[in-house]
């Protein structure tokens, strides 16, 4: 599994996740080094910080991302969010079938962030982590990680 995450809330939310994955194989991916000690016993990536502004940025972290997936070959892929988590569950979903899942992030309170709309397409499971945020076409809302 490989369980990705950009900075501050997004990153704790995924450390939210983090006793669901005991006892399974999970490489983190975020773009903090630091982030690192909070993951001991796991594999740990950094990657680029990129907004969907910054095109050059985008390419390098697709670099990456394709670099760690091919790696990792991850079955599945989940993230809460951001244009790394994005760029990761297309990519993933592309050169492996992984399954993917998208949480957005708990600050998107009255609509989805612009990847958490993007995400509908690569996503498997696509979530909200509010129930006014929910929609009958998605995403759906399965509860609030904070």
């Not at 979903?93 to 998107?108: C, E, G, P, V, Y």
Request: net charge positive; with cysteine; proline share 5%.
């Amino acid at each position: 599994m490989l369980a990705i995450a950009s900075g501050g809330g997004h990153w704790l939310e995924m450390q939210r996740l983090y006793p669901a994955f005991e006892n399974l194989d999970v490489a983190f991916v975020s773009v903090h080094p630091a982030y690192a000690e909070q993951v001991p016993n796991h594999r740990f990536y950094v990657v680029r910080d990129v907004t969907r502004w910054d095109r050059w940025g985008l390419i390098v972290l697709a670099a990456q991302l394709i670099r760690i997936i091919w790696i990792e070959r991850p079955t599945t892929v989940i993230t809460t969010g951001s244009a790394p988590g994005l760029f990761a569950l297309a990519i993933a979903k592309l050169m492996r079938r992984a399954r993917t899942i998208w949480i957005d992030s708990i600050a998107n309170c009255e609509q989805l962030s612009s990847s958490g709309r993007r995400a509908r397409y690569v996503a498997d499971v696509w979530l909200t982590q509010w129930p006014e945020v929910e929609r009958p076409e998605g995403p759906a809302y399965w509860g609030a990680v904070l």
